[in-house]
């Protein structure tokens, strides 16, 4: 029996996904997963410390996210898999040589550069973070050593994940997250005590590793192996002549984070800590409906790329369908931010200082969800129509315009630090509407009113709901009452109201927890009643399938092995 249930699980492991459906079911669940202990991975750091020591945690990435992110993600995101994929079906020898000589190039360029900056990371520290003291960026640059050698073990992982993906081995690329996340949980709980702020800095390399071992043994099952090359062969010069435009934007990005690290370093020491929190947490919604319907529509507007017709009514469903489902939740995140901020950090050494302006953070970066979410799908229908130049050109804009903003609310305005997240969120603005100005102009014969229409109708439906979500939590939350935070305190009438008889004591977690789910509960059920009598469209489409795949257990047909061109959004790079 035990036998038997081994084998099965090796088959799930090394079983190729041979259609769309199959391969993005999985994708979509490790995202859930993926997104879930990320978010138990913050509690676990909220728990063991403060907000200050952990914006120095955080602040240590930001130097070797940088070299990662610019050399191997700029790469493999946009180059690696494609080519390889290419060279397989010419020939097993030539792929795979290509995959352990660009191992070989990476760690070669990634090593130096560790060695180079590590050294002076102290130096380096002073300039992108000098609101701290020189204790905290000894311990930063301390720190950053350590992230340094778990980023060189992604260098090889990360060839690993682009292998099995471009043999269609999803789940076990999408399981070593979950190591990653698992690693980093257990090394601070396990070594917090002895090692203090270094526990999960140890406990990222336990993750890395733990994210290289896993893909190990399949990618060599499937004929990688680690070879003595640097041969620049025709495969290789390829990788780097598409990665390239990837790698400048890639670059430009990472400015952008320096740039968020810099300022908030200026308002006060656990400033990065609530920005981090509040965009790991804004990072859900995007992922889940932003993404993920990316790149389902992609396939489908690359294949109708010469038709502009079908491909204006694929684009635009896309952005429909996505507006339906992402604007709602962002109204959640907003009028729910306080009571999301406790669910998820509330320890207690996390105070009420911290859930506050996290929640600012929240809120500033939900306003620019959508925006975050429209710009992934309208980039993938410029990668539809091969032009990778236009959206790569509109995202660098977007950054100076971020970078711009960051300076202007936080060291002119002097705004909190939800200022870098409201910054974000006028870049993902621009950016949406620039690429939806421009993709009308290639597609013409386009009515902006009437194309908006679908999405004003999913906005206007959202703000109903949140103003029923705002008066629900304000009349039973009992905190609103005694501390008459609200307007609730202003009317004379209410301080008669015996309120002790219908209010629940969010003081605790089960009633906080259940007032939450109330919240939204009535809020997606006025919603989901505004766009009946808006006669959305949307709202039929998504009863019709969830019909489908709940009643009748039938899904839409999906076309098999579509191909993907070679650049993704510019989102995609952000850390969950």
């Known amino acids: 029996m035990v036998s038997k249930i081994i084998a099965k699980s090796k088959k799930i492991l090394t079983t190729p996904q041979t259609s769309v459906l199959s391969a993005a079911t999985i994708i979509m669940l490790m995202i859930v997963a993926s997104r879930i202990l990320g978010l138990v991975r913050q509690r676990t750091l909220a728990h063991f410390f403060v907000p200050g020591e952990l914006s120095l945690f955080f602040a240590a990435f930001r130097l070797p996210d940088l070299v990662f992110e610019v050399l191997v993600f700029g790469t493999f995101s946009s180059a690696f898999i494609p080519v390889f994929t290419q060279s397989l079906k010419k020939g097993n020898h030539k792929a795979w040589k290509a995959a352990a000589t660009i191992v070989n190039i990476g760690l070669l360029i990634f090593i130096s550069l560790a060695m180079l900056l590590g050294s002076s990371a102290g130096l380096l520290y002073s300039v992108f973070a000098p609101g701290y003291s020189g204790a905290e960026r000894e311990t930063i640059a301390s720190l950053a050593k350590i992230l340094f050698a778990a980023q060189g073990f992604f260098v090889i992982s990360y060839v690993l994940t682009g292998v099995l993906e471009s043999l269609r081995r999803f789940l076990v690329p999408a399981l070593a997250p979950l190591f990653y996340n698992l690693g980093i949980i257990l090394g601070t709980i396990i070594f917090a005590d002895k090692l203090g702020l270094y526990a999960p800095a140890v406990g990222v390399i336990i993750g890395a590793v733990a994210h290289f071992l896993i893909q190990l043994p399949l990618a060599v099952k499937l004929g990688f192996r680690f070879i003595f090359s640097f041969s620049l062969t025709d495969e290789v010069k390829k990788i780097g002549r598409l990665a390239a435009p990837r790698i400048v934007e890639t670059f430009f990005l990472q400015i952008s984070k320096t740039a968020e690290l810099f300022f908030s370093s200026l308002i006060s020491t656990a400033a990065y800590t609530y920005f981090t929190f509040g965009n790991t947490l804004q990072l859900v919604p995007v992922g889940l409906f932003g993404t993920s ?101 509109v995202s660098i804009t977007s950054i100076i315009l971020i970078i711009l903003c960051d300076f202007l609310l936080i060291r002119i305005l002097r705004v909190g630090v939800w ?10 603005f621009f950016q949406a509407t620039t690429l939806l100005y421009l993709m009308g102009r290639r597609l013409g014969r386009m009515n902006f009113l009437k194309n908006i229409l679908p999405i004003a109708k999913s906005t206007l439906a959202a703000l109903g709901s949140g103003v029923a979500m705002y008066f629900i939590l304000k009349i039973f939350d009992r905190s609103v009452w005694v501390k008459r935070l609200s307007f609730l305190g202003k009317i004379e009438a209410t301080r008669k109201i015996d309120f002790e008889s219908f209010v629940l004591d969010t003081r605790y977690t089960v009633n906080l ?64």
Request: charged share 15%; glycine share 6%.
């Open 293 to 393: 319907i990316a790149k389902a529509a992609l396939p489908t507007l690359a294949r109708e790329a010469d038709s502009p017709e079908k491909f204006r009514k694929t684009l635009f469903s896309a952005l429909y369908d996505m507006a339906f489902l992402i604007i709602p939740v962002a109204t959640v995140l907003i009028i729910l931010r306080t009571p999301i901020v406790r669910l998820v950090y509330g320890t207690d050494i996390f105070g009420w200082e911290a859930t506050v302006q996290t929640g600012y953070v929240i809120s500033a970066f939900a306003v620019g969800v959508f925006f975050q979410a429209a710009a992934a799908i309208l980039a993938r229908s410029f990668y539809a129509l091969q032009d990778t130049k236009t959206p790569v050109l």
């Open 419 to 428: 200022g870098l997240a409201a910054a974000f969120s006028v870049g993902s």
């Open 513 to 576: 927890l259940a007032l939450t789910a109330l919240v939204a509960a009535v809020g997606a059920f006025v919603y989901l009643g505004i766009s009946i009598i808006l006669r959305s469209e949307q709202f039929w489409n998504f009863s019709r399938l969830l019909r489908r795949v709940f009643l009748k257990h039938k899904f839409p047909p999906i076309p098999q092995k579509e191909p993907e061109p070679v650049a993704p959004t510019p989102g995609d790079t952000t850390n969950s």
